[in-house]
């Protein structure tokens, strides 16, 4: 697999204290998509995840969206 990023957008929202703890979602669009990639029944996708940035006191600081084109190599 090659991903590639093609976009990403980041909003902070507070500022971080200590360590970071970053949690990525996958919408079930890009569940689907994922599942035809490693199924092989495609060579290509186009997905998007978001990510949640949290410092150690628990408070979200950062929000992201990124966009992925992610294609198979074999």
Do not use: Y
Request: proline share 3%; charged share 20%.
């Amino acid at each position: 697999m090659i991903p590639l990023g093609s976009g990403a957008t980041l909003r902070f929202l507070a500022p971080a204290r200590g360590r970071l703890t970053a949690t990525c979602t996958l919408d079930n669009h890009a569940r689907d998509q994922l599942a035809a990639l490693f199924g092989r029944a495609t060579h290509k996708i186009n997905i998007k995840t978001t990510a949640d940035v949290r410092d150690e006191r628990g408070i979200l600081v950062c929000v992201g969206s990124f966009q992925w084109s992610v294609r198979r190599t074999v």
